[in-house]
């Protein structure tokens, strides 16, 4: 089946530095791909949407400056989280439609942490 | 606008017992519905998905779901849990590609 890498699935920065994460999918052309935020214990909340190509969309509340998003070819699509603050610390998962079987493909998800 | 409720936020079931997880959704337009399932610090693994045809949906690990349109509720079932079954189960909706999830289910089974 359709298969998303998300990477990394952990990292811990810095106050101030900026993080990049990758989702790749894998054995399909991901022209759109959603980026969520997870908060412990909660559901998830969309924060935008990239299109391969174009620029993303986000949602109502989310600092676009602040989560750069970038959707530079069919198969990869990143989030920087920009001159990070420990409030950024959370679990952040992207996920592609799969037009195949009418479905959506999840990265296993990248819990950061900012200190 | 599509809205999703998860009835239950905690559910303590004993092995092997049967289980239910409510879902009711609130939409102006036909959806289509999923469950999903999110072990630790993982990310979602679709359990099943009704789109059109047949009201009862069966998923992977015995799972199966009932959509009943004028109750406008997609209801997940299990006849008997495993230890294994312990996770968070999410229910989402969308009218095209843009999902709506609700607040999540916390399933515990214990032995």
């Known amino acids: 089946g359709a298969v998303v890498s998300q990477h990394p699935s952990w990292v811990i920065c810095k106050s101030g530095t900026s993080v990049k994460i990758e989702c790749r999918s894998l054995d399909f052309q991901a022209t759109t791909m959603f980026w969520y935020r997870q908060f412990p214990k909660q559901s998830l909340m969309l924060m935008a949407t990239?299109?391969?190509?174009?620029?993303?969309?986000?949602e109502q509340g989310v600092e676009k400056d602040k989560f750069l998003i970038n959707h530079a070819s069919l198969t990869l699509s990143t989030l920087t989280v920009t001159s990070a603050h420990p409030e950024d610390s959370s679990f952040y998962i992207c996920s592609a439609p799969d037009s195949r079987n009418y479905g959506y493909t999840f990265g296993s998800g990248t819990r950061l942490t900012v200190v | 606008a599509q809205s999703v409720t998860q009835l239950d936020s905690q559910v303590p079931v004993f092995e092997e017992a049967p289980v239910e997880l409510r879902c009711n959704y609130s939409s102006s337009v036909s959806v289509y519905l999923f469950w999903y399932v999110q072990y630790p610090n993982q990310g979602l693994q679709l359990l099943l998905k009704y789109l059109s045809g047949s009201t009862l949906v069966k998923g992977i690990n015995g799972f199966e779901a009932e959509f009943n349109k004028s109750q406008t509720s997609f209801h997940l079932r299990k006849p008997s849990v495993h230890i294994s079954d312990t996770a968070e189960y999410f229910c989402?909706?969308?009218?095209?590609?843009?999902?709506?999830f609700g607040a999540g289910t916390t399933v515990t089974v214990r032995a």
């Open positions: 990239s299109n391969e190509g174009s620029k993303a969309t986000y």
């Open positions: 989402a909706v969308t009218p095209d590609y843009k999902l709506s």
